[in-house]
T-cell receptor, first 114, second 111 residues
Framework: ETGVTQTPRHLVMGMTNKKSLKCEQH?????MYWYKQSAKKPLELMFV???????ENNSVPSRFSPECPNSSHLFLHLHTLQPEDSALYLC?????????????FGNGTRLTVT | EDQVTQSPEALRLQEGESSSLNCSYT??????LFWYRQDPGKGPEFLFT???AGEEKEKERLKATLTKKESFLHITAPKPEDSATYLC????????????FGTGTKLQVIP
């Protein structure tokens, strides 16, 4: 496989459930990101990892818990979510460097919280 | 605070009817400006990076240009397969990896 792969593509969960989103990149990048995309809103940065170390937490509620075991894999653990958390969750990767390196995105997980 | 404003919000074109999408930005210092294309149910696909005012990049029917305050994505003789949402984003020089996105322009090209 090439690029950035996200699973599952769709997820429906109740407010009391616990689930995890998975992301894998095959691009040899060393930075990985979680973004939230809601209708009519710009992409919202949630977390950034560089070389497995979290370098950015954009004031995200603790019901979202990221995990980055290595530079190719990224998880987003979800628990006790709210209906307003329903959105498209996108994983991205990039090369860390002095130039503006573009983000390469997966196709996202469409999350619905009931 | 960095800001990106895209216009129009939606654009409907006849096949072959050329037009431009606008991205206005406010940033303390620009490391790069990105254009992405997003199809329904998919993640954004990278198109271009522009680094400095006056720079232009082309890919098939698309040409991106950059000034100190805005960027344009020109679409020449569009085809129905160009229908998508086009996103603009800025990478500030001071905010490491804090890329700010606009809300996008949804383009529909009618045969």
């Amino acid at each position: 496989e090439t690029g950035v792969t996200q699973t599952p593509r769709h997820l429906v969960m109740g407010m009391t459930n616990k689930k995890s989103l998975k992301c894998e990149q095959h691009l040899g990048h060393n930075a990985m990101y979680w973004y939230k995309q809601s209708a009519k809103k710009p992409l919202e940065l949630m977390f950034v990892y560089n070389f497995k170390e979290q370098t950015e937490n954009n004031s995200v509620p603790s019901r979202f818990s990221p995990e980055c075991p290595n530079s190719s894999h990224l998880f987003l653990h979800l628990h006790t979510l709210q209906p307003e958390d329903s959105a498209l969750y996108l994983c991205a990767s990039s090369s860390k460097g002095s130039d503006a390196s573009p983000l390469h995105f997966g196709n996202g997980t469409r999350l619905t919280v009931t | 605070e960095d800001q990106v404003t895209q216009s129009p919000e939606a654009l409907r074109l006849q096949e072959g009817e050329s037009s431009s999408l606008n991205c206005s930005y406010t940033v303390s210092g620009l490391r790069g400006l990105f254009w992405y294309r997003q199809d329904p149910g998919k993640g954004p696909e990278f198109l271009f990076t522009l680094y400095s005012a006056g720079e232009e990049k082309e890919k098939e029917r698309l040409k991106a240009t950059l000034t100190k305050k805005e960027s344009f994505l020109h679409i020449t003789a569009p085809k129905p397969e160009d229908s998508a949402t086009y996103l603009c984003a800025v990478h500030p020089s001071g905010g490491y990896q804090k890329v700010t996105f606009g809300t996008g322009t949804k383009l529909q090209v009618i045969p």
